[in-house]
């Protein structure tokens, strides 16, 4: 092997170190950066002419477990759906109250129930009397006050859907530009590392809006597809549509078309309004805008629709006619069953036995449309609105007999056990995706093999230092001969 020969091998030796140097360092320093890909030196043996001419360095490649961050990005979006679900069925259940909790439906309407035995006790007592009246107003305050929490929410989730919709879209364009930029750095034989990291921190963000497939294409470019199937990019993005809806109310709902759901390219994302979008944190807020909460509210509706059938009925109070507004009204008015839907909300207490209305707190021992006062010691009829309350009937097909009281549990019951099933729910995402993300960071940069590495690397060097260093005394001592 000749000087000149020996020379090349060498530097070639030399500057293939310093490229692995370089890369090692880069791992190291970017062992816990989200999307980081571990990076390693490509090289081969280099020849001219039939000989050795030392090392090339072919590139850079950049190590990832695709498999496994697919199920992590899954399970973010199963996370993210949690989370939605999670918070808002929290703030339901508390809006609520439990039984036994003084500002609860259930201990306001037990409070009412006590009130009414107390003025029964002493009917002649104008204090007692008003203590009833302000009793029952404080349970149709606490329906009214809860329905507004849950259409609150669902106008919440309206503008998480939206938001979602806007990072989708700016998410998607994104990654759509660093699969041109890094098809071009391929090209023009340069490392296009670095974007495509940049291009897995994209992708992870909108896992967990939509759970995705993400598809290899040539040239270092990637296709992204729902998990339902819809196509998101495919050389060029997709354009999901929404339009919010600034105030919301029980009576507005995605069926009657009066809120809007998806589309993708201009079309309708399906006619549940997601379609094939379904999961991820937009399919959680779509799901509590038209279905949770929407529950929710009809429950609180029926509870208004048994109380106030309860005491609008002549039979238990014979100073009503059939077609007249009794101790509990719908805004004013007689109750309608076909227009139960936002009950909770508008019910409230019969103005003339509310003083704060100009009634009078005593019709409520006479009779909500007594004609004049009646005998200040008459009792029968607070016995038979307290008597109304704790008889078991229904008018829900659907749910069986029970007290008032034994409505507003069953509820009560509901909405907690949704809260726990999705606390189960984010307990379980949150867990799965610990695990996986903790399998993808142990199959990244692992920081005891990088330095060993950095060790040989070192050695390797120094090799090939000695060898130009041998090299330089060969030829100094020619020039000497």
């Known amino acids: 092997m000749s000087i000149t020969q020996s020379l090349t091998n060498a530097l070639s030796g030399l500057t293939a170190n310093a490229r692995m140097a370089e890369t090692v ?4 320093s970017n062992a816990l950066t989200d999307g980081y890909g571990r990076r390693t030196v ?9 000989r050795s001419a030392g090392v090339r360095v072919d590139g850079i490649v950049r190590h990832t477990d695709r498999v496994l961050i697919g199920e992590r990005r899954n399970a973010d979006a199963g996370l993210a759906r949690a989370e939605t679900l999670g918070r808002a069925l929290a703030t339901v259940e508390a809006s609520f109250s439990p039984a036994d909790d003084p500002a609860g439906l259930g201990a ?3 409070a009412f129930e006590t009130a009414l035995t107390m003025a029964a006790a002493d009917p002649a007592s104008d204090q007692r009397l008003g203590l009833a009246v302000t009793r029952l107003t404080d349970v149709t305050t606490a329906l ?15 503008a998480a859907i939206a938001q979602d919709v806007t990072a989708l879209n700016a998410g998607l364009q994104q990654v759509q530009k660093l699969n041109v930029d890094i098809a071009r750095m391929g090209q023009q034989g340069l490392d296009p590392s670095a974007l495509m990291d940049q291009r897995q921190v994209a992708i992870d963000a909108i896992s967990r809006i939509v759970p995705l497939r993400e598809i290899t294409q040539p040239n270092g470019k990637v296709a992204l597809w729902t998990m339902g199937g819809a196509q998101l990019l ?9 339009v919010a809806t600034p105030t919301i109310t029980a009576e507005m709902s995605f069926a009657n078309g009066v809120i809007q759901g998806l589309t993708l390219n201009g079309v309708s994302a399906g006619p549940d309004g997601i379609g094939r979008l379904a999961g991820g944190s937009i399919g959680a807020a779509m799901d509590l805008r038209d279905r949770q909460l929407v529950s929710a509210q009809d429950g609180l509706d029926l509870i208004a629709a048994e109380l106030i059938t309860r005491m609008s009925s002549p039979l238990v109070d014979p100073t009503l006619t059939p077609a007249a507004a009794g101790l509990l009204t719908d805004d004013g008015s007689a109750y309608d069953p076909a227009d139960i839907v936002g009950l909770a909300r508008r019910i409230e207490i019969n103005a003339t036995v509310d003083p704060s209305q100009g009634g009078v707190a005593s019709r409520l021992r006479d009779g909500v449309l007594a004609a004049s006062p009646g005998p200040v010691g008459q009792t029968a009829q607070l016995l038979r609105f307290a008597d109304s309350l704790t008889a078991r009937s229904s008018i829900d097909p659907a749910a069986p007999a029970a007290s008032a009281a034994g409505h507003i549990g069953r509820v009560a019951d509901q909405f907690a056990t949704l809260r726990l099933l999705a606390d189960e729910a984010k307990s379980f995402a949150a867990a799965r995706q610990d695990g996986l993300k903790a399998a993808e960071l142990a199959t990244g940069v692992d920081s005891d093999a990088e330095l060993q590495m950095l060790l040989r690397i070192e050695q390797s060097y120094a090799a090939n230092a000695k060898v ?14």
Request: avoid cysteine.
């Open 234 to 242: 495919d050389g060029r993005a997709a354009v999901i549509g929404f």
């Open 144 to 158: 009214s006050q809860t329905s507004r929490t849950v259409q609150s929410l669902r106008g919440q989730a309206d």
């Open 468 to 481: 130009m260093e041998t090299i330089q005394s060969l030829i100094q001592r020619l020039m000497e001969i």
């Open 42 to 50: 490509e090289t081969s043996a280099q020849t001219v002419g039939g």
């Open 108 to 110: 306001r309407l037990s």
């Open 25 to 28: 360092s880069a791992n190291l």
